[in-house]
């Protein structure tokens, strides 16, 4: 079965600087993709980042950076200069070989942004 | 609209009544997917549709769920004979794609309380 791990409830960061949200996974399918969503209070549930597993180089959008960490299992979210507007919840997702892109998300971690 | 669109956006219930929760998808998604998030936990996968059909039906917790989708287009999710364990967001997304790399777009949810 596959699995999503983010051991972190809740995290605190100051304003402009970077941090990182954990995550680790678990599956035995070679072929799989690892997401990162956010939800801010409203609800709605905003893509951030994809990376596939066979990806050589990390994925990058804007602020967001995923470390991939393969023999790891793990996909960590780094923000960098964190804002304001970052506070949310970040969710780590996953979806493999023939799962219809069902996603499979973790606990999610709670993120607050200090001015 | 451009987005995912659900209704109601809440609905309050006493138990053991019925309920229908629905999701407009973005227009031309053929992949539309129901999740439950329970307060302050994760994303739960409930079911799938592929078109007017659901290859995998396999998260609805029991037979009181059910969900049809008419016209490739809107999907309705009932519950019946509500419980307070049924209290959740349910979020509804749809994706362009049902392949491996296609980016879900989610609506924001439908907040369901059983009293």
């Known amino acids: 079965a596959q699995k999503i791990t983010q051991t972190q409830p809740g995290m605190f960061v100051q304003e402009k600087e970077a941090v990182t949200l954990d995550c680790t996974y678990d599956?035995?399918?070679?072929?799989?993709?690892l997401f990162w969503y956010k939800q801010p209070s409203s609800g709605e549930m905003i893509f951030l980042i994809y990376?596939?597993?066979?990806?050589?180089q990390n994925a990058t959008e804007g602020r967001y950076s995923l470390n991939f960490q393969k023999a790891r299992k793990s996909a960590n979210l780094v923000i960098s200069a964190s804002q304001l507007g970052d506070s949310a919840m970040y969710f780590c997702?996953?979806?493999?070989?023939?799962?219809?892109?069902?996603?499979?998300f973790g606990g999610g971690t709670r993120l607050m942004v200090k001015p | 609209g451009a987005g995912v669109s659900q209704s109601p956006s809440n609905k309050v219930t006493e138990k053991g009544k019925d309920v229908e929760l629905r999701c407009d998808p973005i227009?031309?998604?053929?992949?539309l997917y129901w999740y439950r998030q329970r307060l302050g936990q994760g994303l739960e996968f409930l079911i799938y549709?592929?078109?007017?059909?659901?290859?995998?039906k396999s998260g609805l917790p029991s037979d009181r769920f059910s969900a049809e989708r008419t016209g490739e287009s809107v999907s309705t999710l009932t519950i019946q004979r509500t419980q307070q364990e049924d209290s959740a967001v349910y979020l509804c997304?749809?994706?362009?794609?049902?392949?491996?790399?296609?980016?879900?777009?989610f609506g924001e949810g439908s907040r369901l309380t059983v009293l």
């Open positions: 997304a749809s994706s362009l794609n049902p392949g491996f790399y296609g980016e879900l777009f």
């Open positions: 599956t035995s399918d070679p072929s799989y993709g």
């Open positions: 990376q596939g597993s066979y990806d050589q």
């Open positions: 997702a996953m979806t493999y070989n023939n799962a219809g892109n069902m996603l499979t």
């Open positions: 227009s031309g998604h053929t992949a």
């Open positions: 549709f592929q078109g007017n059909s659901a290859p995998d």
